[in-house]
């Protein structure tokens, strides 16, 4: 059985992967912060495997994860941590340089140095996976071709600065030290266990509550839906078979404005649990905009297909009505993470932007 370092593994994504990863028989030692978006329940169904590993601690924390390293000796290390929503960067830019800048180089630090104390053979097959975001490249106009692995970085926001930089840090370490690394650049998550912050979830939840559906400026900007089945699927295929150096972009071919997500999932809870005050949609309400908000992004995912055979198996109606019957199925999960953190996060967030609600929408969608 091998044996990989996951971390961030009780995120939306993370957690997603680390199921993958125990269904097809890897050990997983997972490390997580548990801050807000980092949920365990999201892992019940592992509670009593003892091959899943849990950590509660800081990729920032050298002497942890040298540990971990030592005592666990991985055969790759999966990097998911990270501060994942645009609009909190907006609030507290230095969180996301905390973890996302020096977390990411404390973490490559720690690996490179334990790396060179491996014996030639089992240094040679580890690999370094880092988890990005298509929001590194910038915005695209609407009819701009879409992001390509060589699209020059063009971040514009405290979040996607965040990333691009650590980005930047593991092509560095692999130029500088021979780090054995790879990269991904995945476009917005959907799915079962997305904290309600994000766009989908957020709909779903305020709809059923009856509460209003703020929607950023028109709702006209662009996102491109990737399941996050399929987005963890991409992973561990780039993982087994990708090139050392390389770095491998992941979509789920399924551009959409973000008011026509909105619709769709106020026509699919029209459908499974009509309300008797009226259509779901009557609740959208049009709120300021945020600064400086991409109008789209789109990824080009043509060198992960073409090199890896990698398809999203996964087409965003029938994902999205998934989605929808999961959030409805699972009431006490919802509950469970509806905490005062989040509460709090919402009003200090949205309190200027006009909307009367507890939350509004996140056109950015999702990558945490």
């Known amino acids: 059985m091998n044996c990989q370092l996951v971390t961030g593994g009780a995120g939306f994504i993370g957690s997603c992967y680390v199921l993958q990863a125990r269904r097809r028989g890897i050990r997983v030692v997972n490390l997580d912060k548990l801050t807000y978006a980092g949920n365990l329940g999201n892992l019940a169904s592992l509670r009593n495997d003892p091959d899943h590993v849990f950590v509660q601690g800081d990729i920032g924390n050298a002497e942890l994860v040298r540990h971990l390293l030592d005592t666990w000796r991985p ?105 054995p690394v ?37 709702g006209m900007n662009v996102r491109d839906w990737l399941h996050v089945e399929d987005h963890c699927a991409a992973v561990a295929r780039v993982l087994e078979g990708g090139r050392v150096g390389e770095s491998y972009n992941i979509g789920g071919r399924a551009e959409r404005a973000n008011i026509e997500v909105v619709r769709t999932i106020c026509a699919l809870l029209d459908e499974l649990v009509p309300s008797g005050q009226g259509p779901y949609a009557d609740l959208i309400t049009y709120v300021t905009d945020r600064p400086g908000h991409d109008f ?46 989040y509460r709090q996060w919402i009003a200090v967030n949205y309190a200027s932007r006009g909307a009367v609600c507890d939350a509004a929408s996140d056109a950015q969608g999702g990558k945490a």
């Not at 055979?309 to 509950?335: C, I, K, M, Q």
């Open 182 to 218: 790879l990269l991904t650049n995945c476009s917005n998550n959907y799915g079962p266990r997305q904290f309600p912050e994000k766009l989908i979830p957020l709909v779903i939840l305020n709809a059923l509550d009856r509460k209003p559906l703020p929607v950023y400026g028109q």
């Open 296 to 341: 789209r992004y789109a990824m080009n995912c043509t060198k992960l297909e073409t090199e890896l055979g990698w398809r999203p198996r996964h087409d965003f109606a029938s994902g999205l009505r998934d989605t929808v019957r999961w959030y409805l199925e699972n009431r006490d999960w919802v509950e469970n993470v509806r905490t005062g953190a």
């Open 75 to 179: 055969d790759a290390v999966v990097n998911f941590a990270a501060e994942s929503h645009v609009d909190r960067s907006i609030l507290d830019p230095e969180a996301f340089v905390r973890t996302n800048v020096l977390g990411t180089a404390t973490l490559l630090r720690v690996v490179k140095d334990w790396l060179a104390r491996l014996a030639p053979g089992q240094a040679q097959a580890f690999r370094f996976l880092h988890i990005s975001t298509d929001e590194v490249f910038g915005a695209l106009a609407p009819g701009d071709p879409a992001f390509t692995e060589t699209t020059p970085y063009s971040p514009r926001s405290p979040y996607s600065a965040s990333k691009a930089a650590s980005d930047h840090l593991v092509r560095a370490f692999r130029e500088t030290y021979g780090l």
